[in-house]
């Protein structure tokens, strides 16, 4: 009788032992870089890419809403604050220009603005059903 409890001992401390692997702590997902932002160079010709294009696009949609979470932000009475404030928003304005894929920031997004409606980007324009006023 001993001897079976002694076995069924082992059993049990064998099967804990075997059941209680080290496990590897969950490996935290790496963040990615932050994007590095580069001067913007405007090209010569002002012609558009369709990548910069939809890029765009995408960075419209999200500028907007940048500027409705500031629009009570700006204070009005310090201007040493409202200075500050309007510099956090332009750092706001580039960071997430550069985050959607446009690496030369806001000044980008402005070029390409200025440029929707330049002739050579036109067919573009119109294919994305983008209107372009004068």
Known sequence: MKKNACIAALCVAAALVLSCQKKEPSARPVPAPEPVMVRFVAPADS???ADQMQ?????NT???SLAVLYKDSFPSGDPAKQTAAQDRFARDEDRLCVRLGLPGGYEEYLWI???LGNSKNKRMADSLKL???R
């Open 47 to 49: 012609a558009v890419t």
């Open 55 to 59: 890029k765009w696009i995408v960075c």
């Open 62 to 64: 999200y500028l907007d």
């Open 113 to 115: 603005l200025r440029c």
């Open 131 to 133: 209107a372009t006023y």
